[in-house]
Nanobody
């Protein structure tokens, strides 16, 4: 089992920045990738960014150049640095971890971008 605990999030003005953190504990050696999803009100859950154990990254087009995903070598921490935030980034953000046929989820944290 893997447990994911998120921190960060909150209210920020357009153009501002936030950093989300996710701490993994338990059987983390099975994790091959970690990532971030978001879900806006009335919308489907969307994959935002991923990072593998080897450091390969993926970003959805709408956040490229603004968001950066990173992790420590043990895959016990993953971060999402969000810059130049826009109102359309407003959503509940979820940390995830995957390996084999298993997936794990953090508790979610609200990010609101508004003036």
């Amino acid at each position: 089992q893997v447990q994911l605990v998120q921190s960060g999030g909150g209210l920020v003005q357009p153009g501002g920045s936030l950093r989300l953190s996710c701490a993994a504990s338990g059987s983390i050696f099975s994790i091959v990738s970690m990532g971030w999803y978001r879900q806006a009100p009335g919308q489907q859950r969307e994959l935002v960014a991923t990072i593998t154990r080897g450091g390969s990254t993926y970003y959805v087009d709408s956040v490229k150049g603004r968001f950066t995903v990173s992790r420590n070598n043990a895959m016990s921490m993953v971060y999402l640095q969000m810059n130049s935030l826009k109102p359309e980034d407003t959503a509940v953000y979820y940390c995830s971890a995957g390996g084999g046929r298993s997936e794990y989820w953090g508790q979610g944290t609200q990010v609101t971008v508004s003036s």
